[in-house]
């Protein structure tokens, strides 16, 4: 059913319904006629008429876009008018009908009671259909966000995914000539990590476990490539696995931590990931052996701006990330997931 169908039952049913009580409050007390039960449908229809009017005048003038202090008294205005305007028709049917010295229409305090009467209908009318109006806007606007979020954020793993492959390449390369089963072996932890980032790519976030695989992979690489020279540890708290992160996130941050940190090393240096699950959510750790220089890694990068990107697309401001020294040897990466809804 489109909107506009739905818009003209709602007319149909809503006035009709009016007329109907009018009918059964007038049997109450008087013999409904056939000229009293016409004058009722020519009120339907007046109504119908009217309010439609009044829907177009309001989408013409863009009512949707003025704020409630100044369309208050623009409403106020036009419920005088056509309550005025309804007491009027009210007055025609009654002298064609034959009835006009059968009502009180010129009593003062008749004519208030019906005006006001009328301007409460229409005063409801306004408020559903504004409040229609305001409901539609917001959907579409969540919609249009929702669009808008999804472009980002496959803009975003679209800058991970060839830039992860091509220095895991590096890395596989590099052991081709020194180590053929070394590099063999490095090929099928690559092969499994692209299983994953394919398997996960349509999705907005994928389980913690298997990033994890993920990132287990991409360090088994690159303990393959430094050697001796990285040293690779885990603590991972179990209820880590009921949380959902973005694809690819934990191994960027891992990459950078080797890259800006471990890789610049004579002697390399040390690499831990360690979860925690906390009152705000699961906050991962990582540390990893080195000095961080934040306007050095945002100019050789994009992997912080990247992931600081994707967090507030996907948890708002329920999401954190932090990186600094912990101490004149150590950078600590923390970030903070919040609890799945």
């Known amino acids: 059913m489109s909107k506009r169908q739905f818009y003209w039952i709602f007319q149909m049913i809503g006035w009709s319904l009016y007329g109907v009580i009018q009918l059964f409050l007038y049997s109450v007390e008087f013999q409904i006629t056939l000229s009293f039960f016409m004058g009722q ?3 339907v229809a007046f109504m119908v008429g009217v309010t439609h009017l009044f829907r ?6 863009n009512w949707i876009d003025v704020k409630w202090v100044a369309l208050i008294p623009r409403f106020m205005i036009a419920m005088v008018f056509f309550s005025l305007a309804h007491y009027l028709f009210i007055i025609l049917i009654s002298f064609l009908s ?20 009328s301007m409460g209908l229409f005063g409801i009318w306004s408020l559903i259909y504004l409040s229609f109006l ?31 492959i091509f220095n895991a390449l590096n890395s596989i390369r590099a052991l081709v000539n020194e180590d053929p089963l070394k590099s063999k072996k490095a090929i099928t932890q690559l092969s499994n990590i692209l299983r994953n980032v394919l398997k996960a790519q349509p999705q907005e976030t994928i389980a913690f476990s298997e990033e994890f ?43 950078n931590g080797i890259k800006h940190g471990i890789s610049k090393l004579k002697k390399g240096g040390k690499l831990e990931l360690i979860t925690q ?38 948890y708002g401001d329920q999401a954190s990330l932090q990186i600094g020294n912990e101490n004149d040897h150590t950078v600590l990466t923390q970030i903070i997931i919040p609890e799945p809804l």
């Open 56 to 61: 177009n005048y309001i989408i013409l003038n």
């Open 277 to 314: 699950r906390v009152a705000e959510g699961l906050q991962i750790q990582i540390k990893n052996s080195g000095k961080f220089t934040a306007t050095k890694q945002k100019k050789s990068g994009y992997g912080l701006l990247n992931t600081e990107k994707r967090l507030k697309l996907i």
């Open 134 to 164: 305001y409901f539609e806007r917001y959907n579409r606007s969540l919609k249009y966000e929702a669009a808008i979020k999804e472009i980002e954020l496959n803009n975003l793993k679209s800058q991970l995914n060839p830039h992860f």
């Open 98 to 117: 034959g009835n006009l010295n059968g009502i009180q229409e010129f009593n003062v305090l008749y004519v208030l009671a019906s005006m006001l009467q």
């Open 41 to 43: 449908a020519l009120q």
């Open 213 to 255: 695989a993920t990132v287990k992979d991409y360090l088994a690489l690159e303990a393959i490539r430094y050697e001796e020279r990285i040293e690779i540890s885990y603590e991972i708290d179990e209820d880590s696995n009921f949380f959902r992160v973005p694809p690819l996130m934990l191994q960027t941050l891992v990459e």
